[in-house]
């Protein structure tokens, strides 16, 4: 009865089964790997975020260029304030606002984005105290450019004058005639007025939409090992029962030939 497993056409069935399912589940495990690696990598971020805060500062230049290892570190910068922004739509315990970014012109020539606090509601320059004149020192966590899209960094174009989206190098050098380092820092303390911005875990180190993507890939995979499993089973209970049915007779007998039709036989004649 199950003789018909040693046709060509079966061996390649079963060589196809025995190919895909592992395929399903080391692409499934892989999957959640993927999904296991991210979990810890945002655990060790939250950490380093935390463990940041009481260290002493460091200058600028030591921590630069910002990585996941530098990122959240104290950083320390010496300038004097320069052109000011506003970074409309972010939130600040679950409160939305703004925050109050300024350019901090170094000895270099080049310039710290500092977010000097958060404020509530609409953008408004009026609403925000005027910036620190002279030589200034700032302490802060150092953060990474932003990229639009991310993080909850909106992706917004056509914003006033005065405002910007992302605190990017790449949108500041476009507002500013001067070069702009790419990184930026949060006061410990905000300005007098504002409240004072939580820093960050870089991107690509927390739960994002990416990690749960992986979750979902892992779902998938092994569902698909699964559907080959069972379309297997249900080909070979097909093929078990049509042999069956073929030893009591209960199929038809299939004709060698097939009628000529009467048309061709006139043809013919």
Same mark, same amino acid.
């Given at each position: 009865?199950?003789?018909?497993?040693?046709?060509?056409?079966?061996?390649?069935?079963?060589?196809?089964?025995?190919?895909?399912?592992?395929?399903?589940?080391?692409?499934?495990?892989?999957?959640?790997?993927?999904?296991?690696?991210?979990?810890?990598?945002?655990?060790?971020?939250?950490?380093?975020?935390?463990?940041?805060?009481?260290?002493?500062?460091?200058?600028?230049?030591?921590?630069?260029?910002?990585?996941?290892?530098?990122?959240?570190?104290?950083?320390?910068?010496?300038?004097?304030?320069?052109?000011?922004?506003?970074?409309?739509?972010?939130?600040?315990?679950?409160?939305?606002? +703004?925050?109050?970014?300024? *350019? @901090? %012109?170094?000895?270099?020539?080049? =310039?710290?984005?500092?977010?000097? #606090?958060?404020? $509530?509601?609409?953008?408004?320059?009026?609403?925000?105290?005027?910036?620190?004149?002279?030589?200034?020192?700032?302490?802060?966590?150092?953060?990474?450019?932003?990229?639009?899209?991310?993080?909850?960094?909106?992706?917004?174009?056509?914003?006033?004058?005065?405002?910007?989206?992302?605190?990017?190098?790449?949108?500041?050098?476009?507002?500013?005639?001067?070069?702009?380092?790419?990184?930026?820092?949060?006061?410990?303390?905000?300005?007098?007025?504002?409240?004072?911005?939580?820093?960050?875990?870089?991107?690509?180190?927390?739960?994002?939409?990416?990690?749960?993507?992986?979750?979902g890939y892992t779902g998938e995979w092994f569902v698909f090992a699964?559907?080959?499993? +069972?379309?297997?089973?249900? *080909? @070979? %209970?097909?093929?078990?029962?049509? =042999?069956?049915?073929?030893?009591? #007779?209960?199929? $038809?007998?299939?004709?060698?030939?097939?009628?000529?039709?009467?048309?061709?036989?006139?043809?013919?004649?």
């Open positions: 009865m199950y003789r018909f497993l040693l046709t060509p056409r079966w061996w390649g069935i079963n060589v196809f089964v025995l190919l895909a399912i592992p395929f399903c589940i080391f692409m499934g495990s892989w999957q959640l790997g993927r999904f296991e690696d991210r979990v810890q990598s945002s655990r060790d971020a939250d950490k380093q975020v935390e463990a940041a805060k009481t260290e002493a500062a460091r200058p600028l230049a030591e921590l630069l260029p910002v990585d996941k290892s530098t990122s959240g570190n104290q950083a320390i910068a010496t300038g004097r304030y320069a052109d000011q922004l506003l970074v409309p739509d972010r939130d600040v315990d679950d409160k939305q606002g +703004f925050y109050v970014l300024t *350019l @901090l %012109r170094t000895d270099d020539g080049r =310039a710290l984005p500092v977010v000097r #606090g958060w404020l $509530p509601g609409e953008p408004d320059p009026a609403k925000v105290p005027a910036p620190p004149t002279g030589e200034v020192t700032v302490t802060g966590a150092l953060q990474a450019s932003e990229s639009p899209g991310s993080n909850g960094v909106s992706a917004v174009g056509g914003l006033p004058k005065g405002q910007t989206g992302a605190i990017s190098s790449a949108s500041l050098v476009n507002l500013v005639p001067y070069k702009v380092y790419d990184a930026w820092i949060t006061l410990d303390k905000a300005d007098s007025g504002m409240t004072a911005v939580p820093a960050v875990a870089p991107q690509d180190t927390g739960l994002d939409l990416k990690a749960f993507q992986n979750l699964g559907f080959v499993l +069972f379309m297997w089973f249900r *080909l @070979l %209970r097909r093929e078990v029962e049509f =042999a069956r049915d073929a030893e009591l #007779g209960l199929v $038809p007998e299939v004709p060698n030939e097939e009628p000529v039709p009467d048309t061709a036989r006139t043809r013919v004649s």
